[in-house]
């Protein structure tokens, strides 16, 4: 069962369809059955993508610590009175 990216040609709405052999894909957007199968990227891995990669997850990492130090303080203050 191979995952495909698809392009609606009625809407231009861009997804990944997981498709069955007598399957017709439609897009989720309008139903359409107007498709055009893309060319799906390839995993790459390398010291940039590395890097890059690392960067996105500290940058998400920094808001949930600062959401859970917030709370925390938040605990310790409801706590006290």
Known sequence: MPLYEYR???CGH???A???PPET???DQCHSTELERLLSMFAVSSEGTRQ???SRARQANKKVLRDKAIADQEEI???RH
Do not use: G, K, N
Request: glycine share 0%; with cysteine.
């Open 8 to 10: 609606c040609l009625a």
């Open 14 to 16: 861009q997804f990944e």
């Open 18 to 20: 997981l498709v069955r």
């Open 25 to 27: 894909p439609t897009c």
């Open 52 to 54: 890059a990669s690392l």
């Open 77 to 79: 203050d409801h706590h």
